[in-house]
């Protein structure tokens, strides 16, 4: 078994429809389907400045379909370290597919891992919506 397989999953939601999936010291973020609720493709994915300590809500990309615009937000305090450049320069469409798994936006630092401050449980998030 790898380091990779040995970490077990630990995903949680935000009320406004992003996940965050906690891999040790570094975790995972992206937007869930429903929040592409209209959008038959995406046209452009623009990212905030990475870098630097970012805060719980802050924006870090915009999702743009025709008249459609969403944010992503920061889950959890913490540092944007990676943005998913598949996303930019191959295919922005696979986050229609797959958004809550290969899909993800950002790979992040959070500032406190340990932290799940208002933060839904999957559970939770599925019996919400």
């Not at 959008?39 to 025709?66: D, P, R």
């Not at 943005?83 to 986050?95: D, R, T």
């Not at 899909?103 to 999957?122: F, H, S």
């Amino acid at each position: 078994m790898n380091k990779q397989q040995s970490i077990k999953r630990d995903q949680y939601y935000t009320k406004d429809h992003e996940w965050i999936d906690f891999k040790g010291k570094v975790a995972y973020i992206g937007i869930c389907k429903f929040k592409l609720t209209g959008f038959k493709q995406i046209q452009e994915i623009k990212f905030n400045e990475i870098g630097g300590i970012k805060k719980q809500g802050e924006v870090i990309a915009t999702i743009k379909y025709n008249d459609y615009q969403i944010d992503v937000h920061m889950p959890v305090d913490g540092e944007v370290i990676q943005v998913n450049e598949k996303l930019v320069s191959e295919s922005p469409n696979m986050l229609l597919d797959c958004a809550e798994g290969s899909g993800w936006v950002a790979l992040i630092i959070p500032l406190l891992p340990l932290e799940r401050k208002d933060l839904l449980l999957p559970k939770q998030y599925h019996t919400k919506w």
